[in-house]
């Protein structure tokens, strides 16, 4: 069984490809599900194929664990048919990690040490919920259920002892920084946020602190929108109102999972003209992207999107690198007990072969023993006879392959075998 992590990341894919290869929530299960249905292709997994998807604003990640000859060229067919992307266009943008490699950068993403922001804890949250999504859909099995377990546990212990998270600069404060930089104080300015998630959430609060004229909430469902407005003394409006509304706000910051743009072109020229000529700020930090790459082009506009966030969030890098190198160490440490266990795996069904043939001979034994006694033979007797005949089985086999081995096979079996029949006291 190998365990693979293939993916395309902030790092390796401009934000163009990345919204292409993403998975919105609602496909995840599907999508786990026709993963298993992929690999398994000619019954080379024996139906035991385990996959699960992880897919954020910065990354689409597929981890497998499956006996396929070649599950990492079988990873980049599936994500580029899944998708329909030509594999040779995806191909370049892709990190492809077979066992302790994958293991490792479950463990480093989960740790916050391959994010775009070093040390945030958001993607802990989207991991864990990537699990619970691809655990309902069937996608989980023994190996992937405890790679994701010792993956938590790892970013637990990272996150605890070391001093990842300290000064962490969050996407959130990165665009309240740009927002600064860009407009000035934001103490006269109105704004808007598309959307409820976890993200928008963030930056509804990190704007709030600093005291805008105004805050408003738009969303599809009016219940969570009413809830973050509250929690931040913000208004709500209808998301069907946007197109009329949009002018009236300085900053609008959108990340909703839409598949395809909210916020078009030609609404922002018109709300443009009804500014007359007034800076605009758009922060559009959704994947798939909520607003279409041409508003870019106007003037008296500034389109800002995740990877113009990349500058940002390095800030402070420095100061957290003695804590990575800790963070890191620990994370050696727990791979390697990880793949000590995949290997112990490798063992089970000789266990259990070894297991089924010592039950046979014992029950052998015990109904010639019962037999025994019921002929009315001694109980003395009988045990004697019963742990002889179970000592002489037990050891036929050892001793028959010691006499019929030769040279440096006999060395080594003389060696083994008295390890192997080591009792404790």
Request: with cysteine; glycine share 8%; net charge positive.
């Amino acid at each position: 069984m190998q365990i693979i992590a293939v993916g395309l990341n902030h790092t390796t894919a401009p934000l163009a490809l990345r919204e292409q290869v993403a998975f919105a929530p609602e496909q995840i299960g599907d999508a786990v599900m026709a993963a298993r249905d992929w690999f398994g292709r000619g019954d080379a997994c024996g139906g035991a194929c385990e996959t699960a998807i992880l897919s954020t604003c910065n990354r689409t990640e597929l981890y497998a664990a499956c006996a396929t000859p070649d599950p990492l060229g079988a990873s980049v067919r599936f994500l580029a048919n899944f998708h329909r992307l030509p594999a040779d266009r995806l191909r370049p943008h892709l990190y492809a990690l077979p066992q302790q490699n994958a293991v490792r950068h479950a463990f480093r993403v989960a740790s916050g040490l391959d994010s775009m922001v070093l040390g945030e804890p958001q993607i802990l949250g989207q991991m864990k919920d990537t699990v619970r999504r691809s655990q309902a859909a069937g996608g989980l099995g023994i190996y992937l259920n405890r790679m994701f377990q010792r993956t938590f546990a790892v970013a637990k212990e990272v996150r605890s002892t070391t001093d990842i998270g300290a000064s962490n600069v969050s996407l959130a404060a990165a665009a309240v920084k740009l927002a600064q930089s860009t407009l000035g104080d934001l103490a006269d300015k109105r704004v808007l946020f598309i959307g409820a998630g976890e993200m928008i959430a963030l930056c509804a609060t990190h704007f709030a602190a600093q005291q805008p004229a105004s805050l408003a909430i738009a969303n599809r469902t009016l219940e969570r929108s009413e809830a973050l407005a509250a929690r931040i003394g913000g208004n709500t409006m209808r998301l069907a109102d946007l197109p009329q509304r949009i002018a009236q706000y300085d900053i609008v910051i959108s990340s909703t999972a839409a598949s395809l743009p909210i916020i078009g072109l030609g609404m922002i020229e018109r709300a443009i003209a009804a500014r007359a000529g007034k800076q605009m700020l758009l922060l559009d930090l959704a994947v798939p992207r909520d607003m279409e790459a041409e508003i870019a082009r106007l003037e008296n506009v500034s389109l800002i999107t995740l990877d113009d966030l990349g500058a940002e969030v390095a800030a402070g890098l420095e100061t957290r690198q003695a804590a990575v190198v800790q963070a890191e160490a620990i994370i050696e440490t727990r791979v390697q007990s990880f793949m000590h266990w995949i290997e112990s795996r490798a063992a089970v069904p000789a266990i259990r072969s070894l297991r089924e043939q010592g039950d046979t001979m014992r029950l052998r034994e015990l109904a010639r023993a019962k037999k025994r006694l019921a002929r009315g033979e001694g109980i003395e007797a009988v045990l004697e006879s019963l742990s002889k005949g179970l000592t002489a089985k037990f050891l036929h086999g050892s001793k028959r392959a010691l006499r019929e081995a030769q040279g440096d096979e006999r060395m080594r079996l003389a060696e083994l075998l008295p390890q192997l029949f080591r009792t404790r006291r």
